[in-house]
């Protein structure tokens, strides 16, 4: 059974950092690609970062340049600096079940496996 298990949320001030983990069980296919999503009160869930198997990332606009997506081993991290009011919400990490390039990663159609969330609250 997969899992995948969020840690490292919590509540900032905007302009600071955050660092989420995610601890990641085996998946089917060693090179699943992997990202992070986000949803915020009233509004769908978004894609903020995908990493492919050959370590090639893509990032939402909205957090290009603040956020950084990388995996070590089975554990896959998002850290966001500057963070603004804007990145408040529920954070998920995501999985899909075969390769995908890292575009296809920040799309939820292309995710078969979901954590339970984390939550970060960003106050101006």
């Known amino acids: 059974q997969v899992q995948l298990v969020e840690s490292g949320g919590g509540s900032v001030q905007a302009g600071g950092s955050l660092r989420l983990s995610c601890a990641v069980s085996?998946?089917?296919?060693?090179?699943?690609?992997m990202g992070w999503f986000r949803q915020a009160p009233g509004k769908g869930r978004e894609g903020v970062a995908g990493i492919a198997s050959d370590r090639s990332t893509k990032y939402a606009d909205s957090v290009k340049g603040r956020f950084t997506i990388s995996k070590d081993g089975n554990t896959l991290y998002l850290q966001m600096n500057s963070l603004e009011p804007e990145d408040t919400g529920m954070y998920y990490c995501a999985a899909g079940r075969i390769w995908a390039a890292a575009t296809r990663c920040v799309n939820e159609n292309n995710i078969n496996y979901w954590g339970q969330g984390t939550q970060v609250t960003v106050s101006s």
């Open positions: 085996t998946l089917p296919d060693s090179r699943s690609c």
